[in-house]
C-alpha cells in the first residue's frame, strides 16, 4: 500500500492527531498561532474529506468551509464587545483619564511601602475596569507609572515587573475581551462570565498589591514610600477619576441591570468616554491614534479567531475532543490531580504560546474533559467532582484557566506584555522585565489555588443572574 493510500485509509481519529501535532510542530518553530492553526485545519479538512469523498471532491468541500468558516464565526454579536472595549480603553488614555486615576492611587496609597508599586496595581485594575485589554493597559502604565517609580528610586526591574504583572488584570476583570472569546467557545452566557471575573480580579489585585508590600519591607531600597500628600489633596485626586468609575457604573447597569446586551453597553461606555475626552480638549489626532491603535488590536485578535476556529472545525470532524474527554475521565486518578495536571499543562504552552491562540485551540478538547470529570453538564454541586454544578462548573473553569492563561504574558519567551513595556521603555530591557515579574507568578499561583479552593468567589456574582 502506498503513502497516500496509507493516509487515506487512517480513521478521523488518527488523522485528528497527526494534524494536531503537526500544528503544535509549526507554532514550536516559530509560525504564529493563528497562521499554523488555519493552515493545519484547512489540510486536516482537505485530508479528511478527501478520506471520505476522494481528493477532487474532498479538496474543494474543505475550500468552500476554509471560505465560510472564518466569516460565519467572527461576524457573531457577541465579538463586537471586543473593539468597543478596546477603543474605551485608548480613548481613556489619549483623554487623561487614566493619569487622573493613577494620581488618585498614588495620593491614597503612595504611603505604603512599595506603595507606588500598591498604587500601580490598583491603577491597572481600575483602567481594566474600562479597557479589557492586558496589552493596551501595559503600554498605557508604562508610559504613566514606570518614570514615576524610577523618579522616586524604584529599582526598574521591579517597577517594570509591576507595570507587565499589572496589565494581566485585565484579563479577568470585566469587561475581558478573553473572557468574551471563552464564553463564545465554550457557549456559555457573556454577561456570566464577565460578572464572574470581578472578585477574582480583586482577590488577584489584593494579591499583587500584599505581594508589592512584602517585597518592599524585606528590601526597603525596592520601592520607598511616598509620603508628604495630605487629605485635602487626597480628596482633591478623586473627582479627575471619576469618570472612569462613571463608565465602569454604565457598563454594569446595563450588563447585569437587564437593561441592555453586553455589546450596548460597551457601545454606551465607548461614546460615554468619547464625549468626556472631547470635553477635556482630545485633538483630532489623539483620537485618530486611539482609533488607529484600536483598529490595529482588533485585527490582530480577530486573525487569531478566525485562524484557530478553523482548526477548532476540522477537530470537530476528527472527533478529537469526544475521545480526549473519554479518556481523561478514564484516568484512574482524583479529578483534582488531573485538574492540576491541565493547569500545569498550560503553563508550559503559555512560553510558546500567546493567552487567546492557546484558549482557542485547547478548549474545544479540554473542556468537554473537564466538564466529564465534574460529572456531566446536569450534575449538582454536592455529586460533582469539584464542589460546582454543571454549569457552575463551565464558569469556575472559565475564570481559572483565564488567570493561568494571563502567565503567558509575563512568560519567558513569548510574554507579550514584558515586551511591550520594554518597547515603552527604552531605559528597561525585556530581561530586566522578565526578571521584576518572577516573584508576581507565587502571587498568581496563589490566586488560582484560592480560587480553586473556594469556588463561591467565581460564582457568587453570577449566582445572582442565573441559577447555578
Known sequence: MSLSETMLAMSSLDIGIWVTVFMVSLVVLG??????????????????????????????????????????KVSTLALSLIPTFILIGFLAYHAGLTRALFEAAKRWVGWLPGGMGVATVFSTAGFAAVSGASVATSAVFARIAVPEMLKLGYDKRFAAGVVAAGGTLASLIPPSAILVIYAIIVEQDVGALLMAGFLPGMVSAIIYAGLIIFLAKLNKKLGPPVKGYSWGQRLASLPGALPIFFVIGIIVVCIYGGVGTPTEAGSLGAFVILCMALYKGMKWPQLKDALIETGKLTVVIFTIIWGVLLYVRFLGFADLPRAFAEWIAALDQSPMLTLLLILLAYAVLGMFM????????????????????????DVAAVDSAFGVSGTGCAIWFGIIVV???????????????????????????????????????IADFATIAVLIAFPSIVLWLPSLLMEL
Open 31 to 72: 509560525m504564529r498561532v493563528g497562521l499554523a492553526a488555519a493552515l493545519a485545519g484547512f489540510l486536516g479538512l482537505v485530508w479528511i474529506f478527501s478520506a471520505k469523498l476522494g481528493f477532487d471532491k474532498g479538496f474543494w468541500v474543505a475550500v468552500k468551509m476554509a471560505g465560510t468558516v472564518p466569516h460565519s
Open 354 to 377: 500567546d493567552a487567546i491562540g492557546m484558549l482557542l485551540l485547547t478548549l474545544p478538547v479540554v473542556f468537554p474533559a473537564i466538564i466529564a470529570l465534574n460529572g456531566g453538564v
Open 403 to 441: 488567570k493561568m492563561a494571563e502567565l503567558c504574558l509575563i512568560t519567558p519567551p513569548i510574554g507579550l506584555n514584558c515586551f511591550v513595556v520594554a518597547s515603552v521603555r527604552p531605559e528597561v530591557t525585556v530581561q530586566d522585565v522578565f526578571r521584576g515579574c518572577l516573584p508576581f507568578f
